[in-house]
């Protein structure tokens, strides 16, 4: 009898401590206003249309998460899988079609006499593509070192890490192209590591995220996006006493460069440089 007891005690402790969930839903997003407008932008040196779309039709997204999760006295444990199907996603569709079939009245032209009505112009506008679908896994993590001998028992770590792979189709010159998702990187962490006790603490991060599309390209390009990035952070504190807090934080240690890109061509670098930043915090 006692032997029962202590087995169901045990188990009872391990639920508690793990814990295993799914979930399934669906989302019926409408499309946004700008892509809705009946309006469009028409550049004429440059010979190009930025469309709106007032026929786009709402998009739906069938989503399914589960995870598997540990709780410990000072530590805890995440795995996660997820996927997603969106139907009707709303994509950008891109033509070149001489200036007279755009719809757009000729007397915009008299800008600029260089270009008549049989001109050709890039038009871009978005439209319901077929399907989009993502599906990935996230693992995550923190702990408390209270395993080391002092002082090294203040110091934890916490980190996450994301694979994700998808699948969506944009549409240049009647062309059907299969890409990834616009903002989805296929590889994404952050980690952390730090040192706290009740009077200071200080902590230091990275943030890795892999190359990603942000849409169709410009000038007939078919995609633009942005390359891969590391970011490297600092913060700390120092408590003067239970009301007043003293901070110091520095971002983007490295002084990440970040790479605008037009399919395999750079479009922009970008550098924003070191960034400090002391404060402090009284609570009344």
């Not at 599906?135 to 916490?158: K, M, R, V, Y």
């Not at 408590?239 to 983007?252: H, I, P, R, W, Y």
Request: hydrophobic residues 35%.
């Amino acid at each position: 009898m006692s032997s029962g007891n202590a087995s169901k005690s045990t188990l009872t402790k391990w639920q508690l401590h793990r814990i295993c969930y799914r979930l399934a839903n669906r989302n019926i997003s409408r499309p946004n206003l700008s892509q809705l407008r009946a309006a469009g932008q028409v550049g004429v040196a440059d010979q190009f249309i930025n469309a709106g779309n007032p026929n786009l039709e709402r998009f739906v997204a069938d989503s399914f998460e589960t995870s598997l999760e540990y709780y410990g006295d000072s530590s805890s444990v995440a795995l996660a899988f997820f996927m997603k199907d969106m139907d009707s996603f709303i994509v950008q569709q891109s033509q070149t079609l001489p200036y007279n079939q755009t719809g757009y009245p000729l007397e915009f032209l008299a800008f600029d006499p260089r270009v008549t009505e049989t001109s050709e112009f890039n038009v871009s506008q978005p439209i319901n593509g077929d399907k989009a679908d993502v599906s990935g896994i996230e693992f995550a993590f923190q702990a408390d070192f209270t395993f080391l001998p002092a002082p090294f028992d203040q110091l934890g770590a916490l980190g996450n890490i994301t694979l994700a792979d998808g699948e969506t189709t944009l549409f240049n010159e009647g062309e059907a192209i299969k890409v990834t998702p616009p903002g989805l990187s296929e590889t994404s962490y952050n980690f952390t590591l730090y040192f706290e006790t009740e009077v200071w603490g200080a902590r230091v991060s990275a943030s890795y995220r892999d190359n990603f599309i942000t849409g169709e390209g410009s000038e007939q390009n078919i995609v633009a996006g942005f390359d891969e990035t590391t970011f490297v952070d600092f913060k700390t504190f120092y408590n003067l006493n239970d009301s007043t807090k003293l901070t110091f934080e520095a971002t983007n240690l490295t002084d990440e460069r970040i790479r605008q890109f037009l399919d395999h061509r750079t479009q922009s670098f970008t550098e924003s440089g070191r960034n400090f930043a002391v404060g402090v915090s009284y609570q009344f």
